[in-house]
């Protein structure tokens, strides 16, 4: 059972209404969460623009500071050339390098925790701003900034430190002063965390911008403390915990986005970029719900569309349940109370609803009153089918039976459980001609009407004759969608005329072929020797002596002699040679497709042996009318006549062959001749 049928419209019309409200639902929120993701994607990618400048902008500054030092060793090297000393008198020569680390004095405004030179050992040989000459020797191997300069012979930043000269978290660059492959010295600049230096600049957004986004920059080393912030209280703390896990990103990829808390629970949408100079990462830090605001708008307005759709949608299901659900529902009610009943008990709908329902309800009285006049005559109609002498079938355009009548069952022997919806050609017997058939459906694609003869097979497997009437119905395109035939059973008279025509075509007797046909056959076999150049020959046979067999022994008795000859003459000849009775005791036998005169012979030999072979003859006594039997011996005299040399159609060549009988019957009888 189909679940959807003990439903109503009704029903179906709200569950619909809701899936698609679900279905409206589901796409927008998908809606919203692909434009979600979108737009955090492009926060994103704006986010890694901004910090791929700012990276550029400190990589610079690096750039400057290791610039400044290269200058410092340049200097060193002018220093030597200009007093004609070498570079290793100068580096002896303490006093020398203070003061020349005393003529920087540009540099202190960029680098604010002071200039350094390191022994290769890593201690202190000059500083400025100069503090003390206890500070000079000191010991500063143990710095991580002195032990990579010395391990690599590279230029080397150094994590953040607090100064032992300033006591403020510092950052130290280094690099070798190498000669001649040697390590000479170590140079240094120091940098001041909590003071403008050349760092902090590029690090710092307009207050402006800052209060309104409260986006902020900040630098962490490689050991997660905060190098740069704009709040400077928070230089040489730890960034975050949340922080430890983005370093092992970094051994993937250069760019890392992440949300995080603060300490104050804000949650925030943190981006990390890699320097490229050292370990040190950029963090660019923006509130999640500044950056969300465009996402909350649009979830909102989502949320808008969808309350007014929906009331929208539940407005109008009411309607159309106003307007149409509850006319039909008594539109339905009417039918259901009906239903059944007599098409002539039909009465008007009782409904006065106006617009497209009502137009639908009159329309429908108007329908129900042409019901009622097509159904009476359709009744007519009906009963004049089914009870038609004749019998009657209707097919689809594809031959298949919708309707057969009582006259159709009794003709066929099927019933109409039995056929209806079985292809015509059920009652095909195989013996109706092609030519039938074809001549039918030329007429039927004619569009007209076909009259013929079927050979057609009953259930039983009877074959009976159909006069068939089959008349093709066409639609407004002429399209045939119809056919229907009107069977008569002409049985009986097929099997007269069939009767008929043996009769006048065979011997009623012997059952050999008459006249005519003796006639058609030799005119055949003509044709046949003009077009294969071949010969034949007419046997004229004829009975000595039979009148006297009627008048001594009664009719019954001749006309036993008469069908002995017969069978006689038949086993004489060859099966393609033709016996016919064409008088009382006259025989013509069709000797066909001979190659000489010299076949002929054997034949009339055998003919001449063969029928004076004694006939027992069974009569009564007319005077004691007792039975008696005789064995009595009848002759014959045969006239030949050959084609082509004795005639040229049937009846020359029977009057030759009659005549050489005649001639070899006054003669010896009980022979055959042939008139040269």
Request: charged residues 25%; proline residues 3%.
């Amino acid at each position: 059972m189909i679940f959807y049928k003990h439903y109503s419209a009704k029903f179906f019309m709200y569950l619909q209404a809701l899936l698609f409200l679900i279905v409206f639902s589901l796409i927008l929120l998908l809606t919203y969460i692909h434009v979600h993701h979108r737009l955090m994607d492009s926060i994103k990618s704006q986010q890694e623009g901004v910090l791929s400048i700012f990276a550029s902008q400190i990589e610079k500054r690096f750039q400057h500071l290791s610039a400044y030092i290269d200058q410092l060793s340049i200097g060193i090297h002018t220093l030597a050339n200009s007093n004609k000393l070498t570079v290793d008198d100068v580096i002896d020569n303490p006093e020398m390098l203070q003061s020349y680390l005393d003529n920087r004095i540009l540099a202190h405004s960029d680098f604010t925790n002071g200039l350094f030179i390191f022994s290769p050992e890593g201690r202190l040989v000059s500083e400025n701003p100069f503090i003390s000459k206890e500070r000079i020797g000191m010991d500063f191997s143990h710095r991580d900034y002195i032990m990579r300069t010395i391990s690599t012979l590279k230029p080397f930043i150094s994590s953040a430190y607090v100064s032992s000269k300033s006591k403020h978290p510092s950052i130290m660059f280094t690099a070798p002063l190498i000669v001649d492959g040697e390590l000479k010295l170590i140079l240094g600049v120091a940098v001041d965390l909590l003071e403008e230096n050349i760092l902090s600049n590029t690090i710092t957004l307009p207050d402006n911008q800052h209060e309104n986004h409260g986006t902020y920059f900040s630098i962490i080393d490689d050991s997660g403390n905060i190098v740069l912030h704009p709040d400077r209280s928070l230089i040489m703390k730890t960034f975050s915990e949340f922080y430890r896990p983005i370093l092992k990103k970094f051994d993937e990829e250069d760019y890392v986005t992440a949300t995080m808390d603060n300490i104050a629970g804000l949650r925030l949408l943190a981006s990390f970029q890699k320097m490229h100079c050292n370990d040190w990462v950029i963090v660019m830090v923006t509130p999640e719900q500044i950056v969300l605001s465009p996402i909350n708008v649009l979830r909102t307005v989502t949320l808008i569309v969808v309350l007014l759709f929906s009331a929208f949608f539940i407005l109008s299901v009411f309607l159309l349940n106003r307007l149409i659900f509850e006319p039909l529902k008594i539109l339905t009610a009417h039918i259901d109370k009906h239903k059944g009943s007599d098409i002539n008990s039909l009465k008007k709908i009782p409904f006065t609803w106006k617009y497209e329902i009502g137009t639908l309800v009159n329309f429908s009285d108007l329908l129900i009153g042409n019901i009622k006049k097509q159904g009476k005559r359709l009744s007519s109609l009906s009963i004049a089918l089914e009870e038609n002498a004749a019998g009657i079938v209707i097919t689809d355009n594809k031959t298949v039976i919708q309707y057969v009548n009582k006259e159709f069952c009794r003709l066929s022997g099927y019933s109409k459980n039995e056929v209806i919806g079985q292809n015509i050609n059920i009652l095909k017997s195989g013996k109706t001609p092609k030519d039938t058939f074809d001549k039918c459906w030329s007429a039927l694609e004619k569009g007209e009407i076909f009259k013929g003869e079927f050979i057609n097979k009953k259930k039983n497997g009877e074959l009976y004759y159909e006069l068939n009437y089959i008349s093709p119905l066409t639609d407004t395109q002429d399209e045939k969608y119809n056919y229907i035939a009107s069977k008569i059973d002409i049985t009986t008279i097929k099997l007269l005329e069939k009767k008929l025509k043996k009769r006048a075509d065979y011997d009623d007797l012997t059952e050999l072929i008459r006249r005519n046909p003796l006639y058609k056959k030799i005119e055949d076999a003509i044709n046949y020797s003009i077009r294969f150049k071949t010969l034949f020959a007419l046997l004229f046979v004829d009975l000595d002596g039979f009148k006297d067999i009627n008048d001594n022994y009664g009719h019954d008795c001749g006309n036993l002699v008469i069908k002995t000859i017969a069978n006689r003459l038949l086993k004489c000849i060859r099966k393609v040679d033709t016996v016919s009775r064409i008088g009382g005791d006259e025989f013509v036998v069709l000797l066909n497709y001979l190659k000489t005169k010299g076949d002929i012979e054997p034949i009339a030999n055998k003919t001449i042996d063969t029928l004076k072979q004694p006939i027992t003859l069974g009569y009564k006594d007319p005077d004691s009318d007792d039975l008696l039997s005789e064995d009595i011996v009848i002759t014959s005299s045969i006239g030949i006549s050959l084609y082509p040399e004795d005639g040229k159609n049937a009846e020359e060549l029977i009057q030759k062959a009659d005549q050489a009988m005649y001639k070899i019957k006054k003669t010896t009888k009980n022979g055959y001749t042939k008139i040269d």
